[in-house]
């Protein structure tokens, strides 16, 4: 099993700038392939970023390329989003993923994310 944690959520305008952090425990944090999904009000979730274990390739939704930026420690065992140039449609609740093989299988509980215009 992985346990999954979240922070660094909160509320901004737009254009501003908020990083998100996720600890991860329970398994080799290099061998995990982790993400970043979000979910907006009466929407459903969707894929933001993911990462391989080496942080050797990154992936990204179009919606926030070139805004967005996932990256990982793994020494310290954190993986983070930085999220600029945010848009009142960024608004949502940010999950912490991780993979089980082939399927993000294991979540962390959420942080959320609030974008004023």
């Known amino acids: 099993q992985v346990q999954l944690k979240e922070s660094g959520g909160g509320s901004v305008q737009a254009g501003g700038s908020l990083r998100l952090s996720c600890i991860a425990s329970?398994?080799?944090?290099?061998?995990?392939?982790m993400g970043w999904f979000r979910q907006a009000p009466g929407k459903e979730r969707e894929f933001v970023a993911a990462?391989?274990?080496?942080?050797?390739?990154?992936y990204y939704a179009d919606s926030v390329k070139d805004r967005f930026t996932i990256s990982r420690d793994n020494v310290e065992k954190v993986m983070y989003l930085q999220m600029d140039r945010l848009k009142p449609e960024d608004t949502g609740v940010y999950y912490c993923a991780a993979k089980n093989i082939l399927k993000f299988e294991f979540w962390g509980q959420g942080t959320q994310v609030t974008v004023s215009s």
């Open positions: 990462i391989r274990g080496d942080g050797t390739n990154w």
């Open positions: 329970g398994r080799t944090f290099n061998e995990l392939n």
